[in-house]
């Protein structure tokens, strides 16, 4: 089983569609958790940092971390087909080294 | 503007050939890494530093090779040891002691 499990997707909305990303963790240390945008060819965007259990809002998009389920959300309200990219999740356990353990990616797809 | 650079973009080689990809940082940042990033694999952490003239090994270090002269620069050389080394190479920073990692554009690598 890996650490961070991810639905590949492609998943396709309507614009202006609510749009709900998630991962599953196993690793109960994981305590900061991230969302990267990454577009086709280019280099992965940081998009929201949440740190612990709670929910964060920034603009359109909403990071929630349930950390009995070791599960997290990323929601996006009135998606835009700019929004159409992949979408990684990413976590960090608090340990000495920082490193990240990424999710495979959920390709996303906003029609217009 | 602050950033990170990766050079080139694409970088073609024949099988046997090392070849060594370019990752430097005006962050100021004191963390680097490397990841590689093939499709529905996710990012996976080749090699990362901490601080300069030192580097540790990631999760698939094999057949790479990095050094840490200075604190901008984290260059990756792939050797001809790596079994599979076609793939989208990702370099990130990140200020010491914390998670959020930035990342440069990335480099298509191609080996035939």
């Known amino acids: 089983q890996k650490e961070v499990e991810q639905d590949p997707g492609p998943l396709s909305v309507p614009e202006g569609a609510i749009v709900s990303l998630n991962c599953t963790y196993s690793n109960s240390a994981f305590q900061y958790f991230m969302w990267y945008r990454q577009y086709s060819r280019k280099g992965p965007e940081l998009l929201m940092y949440t740190y612990s259990s709670g929910n964060k809002e920034d603009g359109r998009f909403t990071a929630q971390v349930d950390k009995s389920s070791k599960y997290i959300s990323l929601f996006i309200r009135d998606s835009q087909p700019s929004d159409s990219a992949t979408y990684l999740c990413a976590m960090g356990d608090g340990g000495a080294t920082n490193k990240l353990i990424f999710g495979t990616g959920t390709l996303l797809a906003v029609q217009p | 503007d602050g950033g990170i650079t990766q050079s080139p973009k694409y970088l073609f080689r024949k099988e046997g050939q090392n070849v060594t990809l370019s990752c430097e940082q005006n962050?100021?940042?004191?963390?680097m890494y490397w990841y590689r990033q093939d499709p529905g694999q996710g990012l996976r952490l080749i090699y990362y530093?901490?601080?300069?003239?030192?580097?540790q090994k990631g999760d698939i270090a094999e057949g790479y090779s990095v050094s840490r002269e200075k604190k901008e620069s984290f260059p990756l050389t792939v050797t001809s040891a790596q079994k599979n080394p076609t793939a989208f190479y990702l370099c990130?920073?990140?200020?010491?002691?914390?998670?959020?990692?930035?990342f440069g554009p990335g480099t298509r690598l191609t080996v035939t």
């Open positions: 530093s901490q601080i300069v003239n030192d580097f």
């Open positions: 990130a920073s990140s200020i010491e002691g914390f998670y959020e990692q930035y």
């Open positions: 962050l100021n940042h004191d963390a």
